[in-house]
């Protein structure tokens, strides 16, 4: 069942300057096993005519998963709050045109069954299941993939008895390590004075490509040992440094997706709405860089989950808007994610700059000045556009409040004079290419 969900009062302002601790990020991950839960009544119901095989998968992937929560409900909601469980979902409802539920290419409707054999394997079940083929693999979302000959669409068998499991004839003795054929989600844990971070290095779920980033390949054992020293050492950083940010992302990140290209310092980063939980990063040179993607990108997901539940601004609007950090015009809903996630980012490197000596704190400095000064521009424009309503004016209030406590910090002249002609220089960059947007 599903039930209401609200933030409390001190809990939407503190996600509103910018923070959010653990509480009140855990409290925005319940409210996603609902909307999950919606959604899958939603694809059952679009569906339940229909006398297809993926129709008939469908139904055969929810008894096992109901199945599931009836012996262990953690099992289950463990595999709803999967964060590509979101997309599954949101892929099956998301049609082309006319407004019926589509099969997701590849996969099709059946691919609920990879969430469900792993949610009723958790819960010590007795079961056998089909679950598709696709791209060569089959995935049992949430702990690993067998790499197959078969062809895509078919389906083979994933069972348990006795607690060990099978997928077609292979046999998983221990299903978090790697096998014969058999690819295991690889995870990281980590400890720091006393916070602790459970995530996933995802590079198997074949629904970890939700955005235009392109996800990487399955990681080698040296690739990913590379991963965990990196992690390692930014969860340290965090810790030590942005304590206020690491309670957030520890209750708030599932799953680190990697992506292709690593080794460049400017390290790009990507969210999805529907993946609540995850972030797909490419890996930099510079783990610093890494621990600013983090706090961003955690921001995204932070201000996705709430607007989950409050409509905070028009998302009808089609007007577009100048944001200080993209070459195009973004519509109001891009921008307002944008200032969130850059306020985050602001307040990475003003505390950066507190720890730091010499040209490195000088760097941060300005770092923290330009993002500083155009998260404010950001914010004239938002409450400027007339397309909040009173929970979203109240929210970008709290974050006007934040940004004008950084005021009377002390920079140097340098740094703030760089800041203002970076954003001058940016703008007017930008009106020579695309001329007044029609949200100024």
């Known amino acids: 069942m599903t039930i209401p969900h609200g933030l409390p009062a001190g809990w939407f302002g503190a996600l509103a300057t910018g923070y959010g601790e653990g509480a009140t990020v855990t409290a925005l991950r319940q409210a996603q096993r609902s909307k999950r839960m919606i959604q899958l009544r939603a694809i059952l119901d679009a569906v339940t005519a229909r006398p297809d095989a993926d129709a008939a998968a469908l139904a055969e992937g929810f008894a096992l998963l109901r199945a ?21 979902a949101a892929d099956c409802l998301r049609p082309p045109s006319g407004g019926a539920v589509r099969a997701p290419p590849g996969s099709g409707l059946a691919y609920l069954s990879s969430f469900a054999a792993v949610a009723a394997w958790r819960a010590g079940l007795d079961f056998a299941v089909p679950v598709p083929v696709r791209g060569g693999f ?6 690993g993939q067998l790499r197959t000959n078969r062809p895509d669409g078919e389906a083979v068998i994933a069972a348990a008895r006795d607690g060990l499991l099978r997928v077609d004839s292979v046999t998983i003795d221990e299903p978090e390590r790697d096998g014969a054929g058999w690819h295991a989600l690889r995870r990281l844990c980590l400890t720091v004075g006393g916070r602790r971070l459970q995530v996933a290095l995802d590079d198997v779920d074949p629904y970890r490509g939700c955005h235009t980033a392109g996800p990487a390949h399955r990681l080698t054992d040296a690739e990913a040992e590379v991963w965990r020293r990196c992690v390692s050492e930014v969860w340290h950083r965090l810790v030590d440094v942005h304590p206020r940010y690491a309670d957030g992302i520890s209750a708030a990140l599932v799953a680190i997706v990697p992506l292709t290209g690593a080794g460049q310092k400017q390290g790009a980063s990507a969210t999805s709405r529907d993946a609540f939980g995850a972030v797909s990063v490419r890996l930099p040179s510079d783990g610093l860089m890494l621990a600013e993607a983090l706090v961003h990108e955690v921001q995204h997901v932070k201000l996705g989950g709430l607007l989950d539940l409050l409509p ?7 007007t577009t808007y100048y ?17 969130y996630a850059f306020l985050g980012v602001a307040d990475f490197w003003r505390g950066e700059r507190l720890v730091r000596t010499g040209d490195s704190a000088l760097a941060a400095e300005i770092r923290f000045c330009r993002w500083r000064h155009r998260v404010s521009l950001a914010l004239d424009t938002l409450l400027d556009s007339g397309r909040f ?18 005021r009377d910090e002390r920079v140097s002249r340098r740094a703030r004079r760089a800041a203002v002609e970076a954003s001058a220089r940016h703008r007017a960059t930008w009106l020579s290419l695309h001329g007044t947007p029609s949200g100024v």
Request: aromatic share 12%.
């Open 323 to 339: 944001a200080p950090w993209r070459e195009d015009p973004r519509p109001i809903g891009g921008l307002f994610q944008g200032a």
């Open 68 to 88: 599931a929560a009836e012996a262990d409900p953690a099992a289950a909601d463990r595999a709803l709050l999967d964060p590509h469980f979101g997309v599954w």
């Open 138 to 143: 089959v995935t049992l979302s949430g702990l």
């Open 389 to 406: 309503g009173a929970d979203g004016l109240r929210f970008l209030a709290y974050m006007r409040t934040t940004v004008e406590s950084w």
């Open 312 to 318: 905070l601004y028009d998302g009808a609007d089609t």
